[in-house]
């Protein structure tokens, strides 16, 4: 996503925000995807992705910026507005078990393992695989013991829209179309042709899925308009993969994250 376009929504929402918050908040967030592990769609690119490639899950961790203003209701009840901006991972990865070689002026992959008894000039193959995530969210914070101490806990969830993309580009295996390579050396081998890939989810801005969230955290007091904000959160979403990745299940969107930051009170 277009970071210069997230900063101008960001900035409007501070500005249109602050004419009426009782809060603005300023937060730090280290965002933990799902990946693979939580995902429940086993043919989901995440899962494909990880089974085939030798990404690093921390590749795909990693920060983003929250902006949010906040309503109080009553002294327990509020109605919170917020984006999380510039979480944007790309992580390069080759082929576990696979590699390329050359034949008749196309790329074709073989199983590693037949390397040792080809007469094949091999060499490693993969593609980067880029992940953006934005959530706009609208949550409804509990603080069981009021606003008006020093140490503020507080529990909440919500919905939100999750503007998202996917993107790869690189070498891609094409393990549904598999032919036999008869080696000099007498060896029958399948190998399965490489296409360059440069594919994306949406050629727009970003597409949208929607998804919900449960959060908690505790603020502490610095000031008389001023707290210190550390929480996490857990997202739950999951995104329709049509365009750039038809045929995939869904893409897991959800993940956990924590995050540290300041809030800015106008009444306390």
């Known amino acids: ?30 965002f933990v995807p799902n990946g693979p592990s939580l995902s429940g769609f086993p043919d989901s690119l995440w899962q494909i992705e990880y089974q ?18 906040e309503y109080f209701m009553t002294n327990e009840l509020s109605l919170e507005f917020s984006v999380d901006a510039f979480y944007s991972k790309t992580e390069y990865g080759d082929y576990w078990d696979y590699l390329g070689f050359e034949y008749d002026s196309e790329w074709w992959a073989v199983p590693a393992d037949y390397d040792s008894y080809m007469d094949l000039n091999t ?13 706009v969210q609208l ?15 507080y529990v909440g969830a919500g919905v939100g829209a999750y503007f998202w993309n996917v993107v790869m580009r690189g070498d891609m295996i094409d393990f549904n179309d598999e032919y036999v390579y008869e ?18 989810e949406s050629e727009n801005f970003a ?35 049509t365009e750039g990745f038809e045929g995939f299940d869904r893409f897991d969107l959800g993940g956990f994250q924590v995050s540290v930051g300041v809030n800015f009170w106008r009444m306390r």
Not at 13 to 29: D, E, I, M, Q
Not at 123 to 135: N, Q
């Open 183 to 200: 080696s000099t050396t007498g060896y029958d081998l399948p190998v399965y042709p490489i296409y360059n890939v440069d594919a994306r």
């Open 123 to 135: 060499f490693y193959t993969g593609h980067s695989l880029k992940v953006t995530i934005t959530p």
């Open 52 to 69: 085939n490639m030798n990404f690093r899950k921390s590749g795909f961790q990693g920060m983003s910026f929250n902006f949010a203003y």
């Open 207 to 241: 597409k949208v899925s929607f998804g919900y969230h449960v959060l908690g955290g505790i603020m502490i007091a610095l000031g008389r308009n001023m707290t210190l904000d550390v929480g996490a959160k857990y997202n739950i979403a999951k995104g329709r993969m």
């Open 1 to 30: 996503m277009n970071k210069k376009i997230l900063a101008t929504l960001a900035a409007v929402l501070l500005v249109t925000g602050l004419a009426g918050a009782h809060t603005f908040s300023l937060k730090a967030n280290y």
């Open 139 to 153: 949550s409804l914070k509990f603080a069981p013991f009021g606003r008006r101490g020093r140490i503020i806990p």
